[in-house]
Protein backbone atom coordinates (compact mmCIF):
# COMPACT_ATOMS: atom_id res chain seq x y z
CA UNK A 1 0.00 0.00 0.00
CA UNK A 2 1.30 3.16 -1.56
CA UNK A 3 -0.68 5.20 0.90
CA UNK A 4 -2.12 6.97 -1.72
CA UNK A 5 -6.06 6.97 -2.53
CA UNK A 6 -7.73 7.32 -5.84
CA UNK A 7 -11.57 7.10 -6.10
CA UNK A 8 -13.45 5.81 -8.07
CA UNK A 9 -11.59 2.23 -8.99
CA UNK A 10 -13.92 1.65 -12.03
CA UNK A 11 -15.92 4.26 -14.16
CA UNK A 12 -17.83 3.58 -16.69
CA UNK A 13 -19.90 6.24 -18.98
CA UNK A 14 -20.99 7.71 -22.35
CA UNK A 15 -19.23 9.83 -24.64
CA UNK A 16 -19.77 13.21 -24.21
CA UNK A 17 -19.93 13.18 -20.49
CA UNK A 18 -17.88 14.66 -17.79
CA UNK A 19 -16.14 13.13 -14.78
CA UNK A 20 -14.08 13.90 -11.85
CA UNK A 21 -11.58 11.52 -10.50
CA UNK A 22 -9.95 11.72 -6.99
CA UNK A 23 -6.69 11.33 -5.43
CA UNK A 24 -5.64 11.96 -1.76
CA UNK A 25 -1.68 12.10 -1.86
CA UNK A 26 0.59 10.32 1.43
CA UNK A 27 0.71 12.16 4.14
CA UNK A 28 3.46 14.84 4.16
CA UNK A 29 3.75 14.92 0.25
CA UNK A 30 2.78 18.17 -1.07
CA UNK A 31 3.13 17.28 -4.77
CA UNK A 32 0.51 15.23 -6.69
CA UNK A 33 0.93 14.07 -10.60
CA UNK A 34 -1.27 12.85 -12.77
CA UNK A 35 -0.67 10.35 -14.95
CA UNK A 36 -2.68 8.87 -18.32
CA UNK A 37 -1.70 4.84 -19.78
CA UNK A 38 -4.04 3.78 -22.50
CA UNK A 39 -3.00 0.84 -24.54
CA UNK A 40 -1.60 2.74 -28.04
CA UNK A 41 0.00 5.84 -25.53
CA UNK A 42 1.29 3.66 -22.61
CA UNK A 43 2.21 6.13 -19.64
CA UNK A 44 1.92 10.07 -20.28
CA UNK A 45 2.62 12.52 -17.93
CA UNK A 46 -0.65 14.80 -17.55
CA UNK A 47 -0.18 17.65 -14.92
CA UNK A 48 1.42 18.38 -11.30
CA UNK A 49 0.12 20.25 -8.62
CA UNK A 50 2.50 21.13 -5.58
CA UNK A 51 1.08 22.88 -2.48
CA UNK A 52 -2.10 23.59 -4.30
CA UNK A 53 -0.16 25.70 -7.31
CA UNK A 54 0.23 24.03 -10.92
CA UNK A 55 3.79 23.09 -11.37
CA UNK A 56 3.98 20.85 -14.45
CA UNK A 57 2.07 20.16 -17.33
CA UNK A 58 2.27 17.46 -19.94
CA UNK A 59 0.33 16.06 -22.57
CA UNK A 60 -3.29 17.45 -21.14
CA UNK A 61 -6.26 18.49 -23.33
CA UNK A 62 -7.84 21.23 -23.14
CA UNK A 63 -10.86 19.38 -22.47
CA UNK A 64 -9.17 17.77 -19.08
CA UNK A 65 -8.72 20.14 -15.93
CA UNK A 66 -7.30 19.44 -12.90
CA UNK A 67 -7.13 21.13 -9.64
CA UNK A 68 -5.60 20.68 -6.05
CA UNK A 69 -7.68 21.84 -2.69
CA UNK A 70 -6.25 23.46 0.28
CA UNK A 71 -6.04 19.81 2.27
CA UNK A 72 -3.92 18.51 -0.85
CA UNK A 73 -6.41 16.21 -2.56
CA UNK A 74 -6.25 16.44 -6.12
CA UNK A 75 -9.16 15.90 -8.69
CA UNK A 76 -8.71 15.59 -12.24
CA UNK A 77 -11.88 16.47 -14.31
CA UNK A 78 -12.34 15.15 -17.99
CA UNK A 79 -15.24 16.72 -20.14
CA UNK A 80 -17.10 15.95 -23.46
CA UNK A 81 -15.49 12.68 -22.87
CA UNK A 82 -14.43 10.32 -26.09
CA UNK A 83 -14.13 6.91 -26.90
CA UNK A 84 -10.26 7.35 -26.96
CA UNK A 85 -10.37 8.81 -23.21
CA UNK A 86 -10.60 5.15 -22.63
CA UNK A 87 -7.70 4.49 -19.99
CA UNK A 88 -6.09 3.63 -16.53
CA UNK A 89 -5.73 7.31 -14.83
CA UNK A 90 -2.88 7.39 -12.05
CA UNK A 91 -1.56 9.87 -9.68
CA UNK A 92 1.55 9.48 -7.61
CA UNK A 93 2.71 11.96 -4.77
CA UNK A 94 6.16 13.05 -3.55
CA UNK A 95 7.67 15.00 -0.76
CA UNK A 96 9.07 17.83 -3.44
CA UNK A 97 8.70 20.04 -6.52
CA UNK A 98 11.13 19.30 -8.39
CA UNK A 99 10.99 15.52 -9.16
CA UNK A 100 13.87 14.96 -6.73
CA UNK A 101 12.02 12.04 -4.77
CA UNK A 102 10.33 9.17 -5.38
CA UNK A 103 6.91 9.14 -6.32
CA UNK A 104 3.93 7.01 -5.01
CA UNK A 105 1.44 5.78 -7.27
CA UNK A 106 -2.56 5.44 -6.89
CA UNK A 107 -4.13 2.10 -7.47
CA UNK A 108 -5.73 3.94 -10.81
CA UNK A 109 -8.83 4.78 -11.51
CA UNK A 110 -9.63 2.29 -14.77
CA UNK A 111 -12.60 5.17 -17.20
CA UNK A 112 -14.27 2.94 -20.03
CA UNK A 113 -16.11 5.78 -22.21
CA UNK A 114 -18.49 3.84 -24.40
CA UNK B 1 12.09 7.24 -32.14
CA UNK B 2 11.06 7.77 -28.49
CA UNK B 3 13.22 10.03 -26.00
CA UNK B 4 13.06 6.66 -23.75
CA UNK B 5 13.56 3.13 -25.49
CA UNK B 6 13.06 -0.19 -23.40
CA UNK B 7 14.51 -3.66 -24.80
CA UNK B 8 13.45 -6.56 -24.61
CA UNK B 9 9.20 -5.77 -25.01
CA UNK B 10 8.81 -8.91 -23.99
CA UNK B 11 10.76 -11.46 -22.05
CA UNK B 12 9.99 -14.73 -20.78
CA UNK B 13 12.52 -16.87 -18.40
CA UNK B 14 12.69 -19.66 -16.15
CA UNK B 15 12.66 -19.29 -12.76
CA UNK B 16 16.03 -18.95 -11.47
CA UNK B 17 17.36 -17.44 -14.43
CA UNK B 18 19.13 -14.17 -14.24
CA UNK B 19 17.21 -11.29 -15.66
CA UNK B 20 18.36 -8.04 -17.65
CA UNK B 21 16.04 -5.43 -18.78
CA UNK B 22 17.97 -2.42 -20.96
CA UNK B 23 16.48 1.35 -21.27
CA UNK B 24 18.18 4.12 -23.40
CA UNK B 25 17.23 7.66 -23.52
CA UNK B 26 18.45 10.09 -25.52
CA UNK B 27 18.10 13.35 -24.10
CA UNK B 28 20.14 14.87 -20.79
CA UNK B 29 17.99 13.91 -17.58
CA UNK B 30 18.58 14.26 -13.72
CA UNK B 31 17.17 10.57 -12.58
CA UNK B 32 15.90 8.04 -13.99
CA UNK B 33 12.91 5.78 -12.47
CA UNK B 34 12.43 1.87 -12.29
CA UNK B 35 8.83 1.03 -12.06
CA UNK B 36 6.93 -2.25 -11.82
CA UNK B 37 3.31 -2.55 -12.91
CA UNK B 38 1.71 -5.85 -11.69
CA UNK B 39 -1.03 -7.77 -13.58
CA UNK B 40 -3.85 -6.26 -11.20
CA UNK B 41 -2.48 -2.48 -12.80
CA UNK B 42 -0.94 -1.12 -9.73
CA UNK B 43 2.07 0.38 -9.85
CA UNK B 44 5.57 0.60 -7.65
CA UNK B 45 8.23 2.44 -8.02
CA UNK B 46 11.19 0.43 -7.43
CA UNK B 47 14.62 2.96 -7.86
CA UNK B 48 15.39 6.20 -8.53
CA UNK B 49 18.59 6.69 -9.48
CA UNK B 50 20.93 9.33 -10.94
CA UNK B 51 24.66 7.74 -10.68
CA UNK B 52 25.83 4.07 -10.41
CA UNK B 53 24.35 1.62 -8.85
CA UNK B 54 21.35 0.74 -6.35
CA UNK B 55 19.95 -2.63 -4.69
CA UNK B 56 17.01 -3.81 -3.39
CA UNK B 57 16.94 -7.19 -2.40
CA UNK B 58 17.13 -9.27 -5.42
CA UNK B 59 17.02 -6.16 -7.86
CA UNK B 60 19.60 -4.22 -9.64
CA UNK B 61 19.42 -1.14 -11.15
CA UNK B 62 22.91 0.74 -12.66
CA UNK B 63 22.69 3.41 -14.85
CA UNK B 64 25.78 5.14 -17.06
CA UNK B 65 24.93 8.97 -17.32
CA UNK B 66 27.50 9.20 -20.58
CA UNK B 67 26.19 6.63 -22.36
CA UNK B 68 22.83 7.59 -21.29
CA UNK B 69 21.71 4.06 -20.51
CA UNK B 70 19.94 2.12 -17.27
CA UNK B 71 19.21 -1.81 -16.60
CA UNK B 72 17.44 -3.30 -13.82
CA UNK B 73 18.71 -7.22 -13.36
CA UNK B 74 16.53 -9.55 -11.31
CA UNK B 75 18.32 -12.20 -9.37
CA UNK B 76 17.11 -15.69 -8.66
CA UNK B 77 14.24 -14.45 -10.96
CA UNK B 78 10.73 -16.05 -9.31
CA UNK B 79 7.19 -16.41 -10.88
CA UNK B 80 5.32 -13.40 -8.58
CA UNK B 81 8.77 -11.10 -10.35
CA UNK B 82 5.88 -11.41 -13.40
CA UNK B 83 5.29 -7.89 -13.98
CA UNK B 84 5.48 -5.01 -16.96
CA UNK B 85 8.63 -3.15 -16.02
CA UNK B 86 8.91 0.48 -16.92
CA UNK B 87 11.94 2.95 -16.93
CA UNK B 88 10.30 6.73 -17.02
CA UNK B 89 13.74 9.40 -17.14
CA UNK B 90 12.97 12.77 -15.60
CA UNK B 91 14.77 15.56 -17.53
CA UNK B 92 17.57 18.05 -16.65
CA UNK B 93 15.26 21.53 -14.77
CA UNK B 94 11.80 19.14 -15.30
CA UNK B 95 9.49 17.96 -13.66
CA UNK B 96 7.78 15.71 -15.63
CA UNK B 97 8.61 12.11 -16.35
CA UNK B 98 8.88 10.47 -20.05
CA UNK B 99 8.65 6.80 -19.76
CA UNK B 100 9.27 3.25 -21.80
CA UNK B 101 6.99 1.24 -23.28
CA UNK B 102 7.75 -1.01 -20.77
CA UNK B 103 8.81 -4.88 -20.77
CA UNK B 104 6.60 -7.64 -19.86
CA UNK B 105 8.43 -10.02 -18.06
CA UNK B 106 7.06 -13.77 -17.38
CA UNK B 107 8.71 -16.18 -15.19
CA UNK B 108 7.66 -19.74 -15.48
CA UNK B 109 8.11 -22.12 -12.46
Given at each position: DSGVTQTPKHLITATGQRVTLRCSPRSGDLSVYWYQQSLDQGLQFLIQYYNGEERAKGN????FSAQQFPDLHSELNLSS?????SALYFCASS??????SEQYFGPGTRLTVT | KNEVEQSPQNLTAQEGEFITINCSYSVGISALHWLQQHPGGGIVSLFMLSSGKKKHGRLIATINIQEKHSSLHIT??????SAVYICAARHQGAQKLVFGQGTRLTINP
Open positions: ILERLELGDVRWDGG | ASHPRD
